[in-house]
């Protein structure tokens, strides 16, 4: 399973920005899949997670630091996550990964996942 995240660039604070994820291999839409972020000299940190589709639709994770600003979506027919980032603030600025979980589950936790992307950079200017 491979991953691949793009979408990453240098915006000024209170701009938006909106990641990409495709997934290549494995069966996309029984994945849980996840966004991450590493800041430099912090420890990854979890941002926001969707899970599989179910019975019932998908079920949204978000860190604090990302609700009301940031919202994360699927597209099981392209086997692409997405992460669109609204309001953005200095602080938002990291590397962010998205992660795919076997389990299908939003968690939280990083180590849940099964599968990991590259990373792209997203940098917020004052």
């Known amino acids: 399973v491979q991953l691949q995240a793009s979408g990453g660039g240098l915006v000024q604070a209170g701009g938006s920005l909106r990641l990409s994820c495709a997934v290549s291999g494995g069966t996309f839409r029984t994945y849980g899949m996840g966004w991450f972020r590493q800041a430099p000299e912090k420890e990854r940190e979890f941002v926001a997670a969707?899970?599989?589709?179910?019975?019932?639709?998908?079920?949204?994770n978000y860190a604090d630091s990302a609700k009301g600003r940031f919202t994360i979506s699927r597209d099981n027919a392209k086997n692409t996550v997405y992460l669109q980032m609204n309001s953005l603030k200095p602080e938002d600025t990291a590397v962010y990964y998205c992660?795919?979980?076997?389990?299908?589950?939003?968690?939280?936790?990083?180590?849940?996942?099964?599968?990991w992307g590259q990373g792209t950079q997203v940098t917020v200017s004052s």
């Open positions: 969707i899970s599989s589709i179910g019975w019932s639709g998908v079920t949204t």
């Open positions: 992660a795919a979980s076997r389990g299908g589950h939003a968690v939280s936790s990083s180590i849940s996942y099964d599968f």
